[in-house]
């Protein structure tokens, strides 16, 4: 079982920067990708960035490439989300996410992913 804990979200003017980031309870040696997915209000769960356990695969909605860089560190079990020139639209609830998966393994689909925090929100103001 894997508990993951979000923090970092607040609330940032438009073009401002937050590092959200996720610790995750671990009690095996398991290798997990990890990502962060988001949720608007009246909107549905949609993927933001995704790390494999190697951290040799990422990937990233079109929404935020360039913006936001996903890493991690696998000595501390955490998993970062860095944003940068935060919009309006990034507004919303950011859920971190595990699954367990090989190496080189990472996924944007919400549904392969085993394990989820509580979410932390993020608020940009206009």
């Known amino acids: 079982q894997v508990q993951l804990v979000e923090s970092g979200g607040g609330l940032v003017q438009t073009g401002g920067s937050l590092r959200l980031s996720c610790v995750a309870s671990?009690?095996?040696?398991?290798?997990?990708?990890m990502a962060w997915f988001r949720q608007a209000p009246g909107k549905e769960r949609e993927f933001v960035a995704a790390i494999s356990w190697n951290s040799g695969s990422t990937y990233y909605a079109d929404s935020v490439k360039g913006r936001f860089t996903i890493s991690r560190d696998n000595d501390k079990n955490t998993v970062d989300l860095q944003m940068n020139s935060l919009k309006p639209e990034d507004t919303a609830v950011y859920y971190c996410a595990a699954v367990r998966a090989s190496s080189w393994y990472a996924s944007t689909r919400a549904h392969e992913y085993e394990y989820w925090g509580q979410g932390t929100q993020v608020t940009v103001s206009s």
């Open positions: 671990v009690r095996t040696s398991s290798k997990y990708a």
